[in-house]
Structure formats: C-alpha cells, structure tokens
C-alpha cells in the first residue's frame, strides 16, 4: 500500500466538516478535512 491510503473519492460528499478515523498501528488517528 502507498500512502494515496489517505487520499479519497470526495466527488460524491456534499460540502462540509468531515472527520475521518484512521486506525494506523494500533493507535486512533482523526484526521478533519473540510470540502467546499
């Protein structure tokens, strides 16, 4: 796996505040991204 892990399809995701949880070894990341 490459690091485009973190990248994603957000075409189909209305605009807004998004929270994303990435469980990389063993500890809980949340990761904020905001669409406009």
Same mark, same amino acid.
């Given at each position: !796996?490459? /690091?485009?892990?973190? *990248?994603?399809?957000?075409?189909? @995701?209305?605009?807004?505040?998004? =929270?994303?949880?990435?469980?990389?070894?063993? !500890? @809980? *990341?949340?990761? *904020? =991204?905001?669409? /406009?």
């Amino acid at each position: !796996r490459t /690091n485009n892990d973190l *990248k994603m399809d957000v075409s189909g @995701l209305s605009a807004g505040i998004y =929270f994303v949880e990435l469980n990389k070894s063993g !500890r @809980l *990341k949340i990761i *904020k =991204f905001v669409k /406009n």
